[in-house]
């Protein structure tokens, strides 16, 4: 199992560019989170989502947008980017609301 | 909403001594669970220790132990025998019972240990 995959690792946008984060799984997680770190603070939830077809909003959900089409893809998608949004992005994954969650390398995001 | 605190930004320990990181949450439920990750310079996250709220008895893994206080709303992380690869940025976490995949994390406590 490769667990939770993120691309890219590292990105640099211009202010109002859009992009997508990419995050996948192959452990037939149901469960799917974004999760962004900025400095000197913990990790805090965008966008999560249980299943298929199936997303919710997290505690800093403005300017991102999910979709779950496929249980194993899970995509972040940037309108248009703004220097508030440079951080580190985590993507995580668990087969239930119970079970551990597996977190993906990270995205460091830089908007300049 | 939910609430978690780590009021000690750094905290540094001597290699084979113990330490203890503090937490504090805040909530209105009844069940929950607790986490403790780790997130060295990989910037990795790494489950330490999960503690479930209805389990009077305090999670243990190895040389990591929790002091899990459920009427006081803390919940200590203890390394025993502290080793340099211990060297990370430690996050308290809360999660609902019935909340899916939702985390709550604190600001994290930087663990220093020296040889």
């Known amino acids: 199992n490769a667990g939770v995959t993120q691309t890219p690792k590292f990105q640099v946008l211009k202010t109002g560019q859009s992009m997508t984060l990419q995050c996948a799984q192959d452990?037939?997680?149901?469960?799917m989170s974004w999760y962004r770190q900025d400095p000197g603070m913990g990790l805090r939830l965008i966008h999560y989502?249980?299943?298929?077809?199936?997303?919710d909003q997290g505690e800093v959900p403005n300017g991102y947008n999910v979709s779950r089409s496929t249980t194993e893809d899970f995509p972040l998608r940037l309108l248009s980017a703004a220097p508030s949004q440079t951080s580190v992005y985590f993507c995580?994954?668990?087969?239930?609301?119970?079970?551990?969650?597996?977190f993906g390398p990270g995205t460091r995001l830089t908007v300049l | 909403a939910q609430t978690v605190t780590q009021s000690q930004p750094e905290m540094s320990v001597q290699e084979a001594e113990t330490v203890t990181l503090s937490c504090t949450y805040d909530?209105?439920?009844?069940?929950?669970?607790l986490f403790w990750y780790k997130q060295p310079p990989s910037r990795q996250m790494i489950l330490v220790i999960r503690?479930?709220?209805?389990?009077?008895q305090n999670a243990t893994e190895n040389r990591f132990s929790v002091n899990f206080q459920k009427a006081a709303k803390s919940f200590s992380l203890k390394i025993s025998d502290s080793q340099l690869g211990d060297a990370a940025m430690y996050f308290c976490?809360?999660?609902?019972?019935?909340?899916?995949?939702?985390?709550?994390f604190g600001e994290g406590t930087q663990l220093t240990v020296n040889p």
């Open positions: 995580a994954s668990s087969y239930s609301g119970l079970d551990t969650q597996y």
């Open positions: 452990m037939n997680h149901e469960y």
């Open positions: 989502s249980v299943g298929a077809g199936i997303t």
């Open positions: 909530t209105s439920e009844s069940d929950y669970y």
């Open positions: 503690q479930e709220a209805y389990k009077q």
């Open positions: 976490a809360y999660s609902r019972e019935t909340s899916g995949s939702r985390l709550t």
